[in-house]
């Protein structure tokens, strides 16, 4: 199965805040998710944008994939939880 494929069953839209909250609603949603299940969080650039991966990896999880939203500075992160 490729794992950047599957459905995110989980949303969350960071655009409007600024670190650390980026990280600390991130790490609220991933708390809420069962195991294997995938989010899709767009993060705005800059700060939260190297910081959120980085620290989503740290806590053990997978970064599904990285990509920018076309027409926008946001990305598109998609991780499962460990």
Avoid: W, Y
């Avoid at 969350?12 to 299940?37: A, H, N, W, Y």
């Avoid at 991966?53 to 990285?66: F, M, N």
């Amino acid at each position: 199965m490729n794992l950047v494929t599957e459905t995110p069953v989980h949303f969350l839209d960071i655009t409007s805040d600024v670190c650390p909250i980026t990280f600390v609603k991130t790490k609220l949603l991933v708390e809420r998710m069962q195991s294997g299940e995938v989010a899709e969080i767009r993060i705005p650039p800059g700060e939260p944008l190297e910081n959120v991966p980085r620290s989503v990896r740290e806590e053990g999880h997978t970064v599904l994939s990285l990509e920018p939203v076309p027409d926008s500075s946001a990305h598109i992160l998609r991780i499962r939880k460990s």
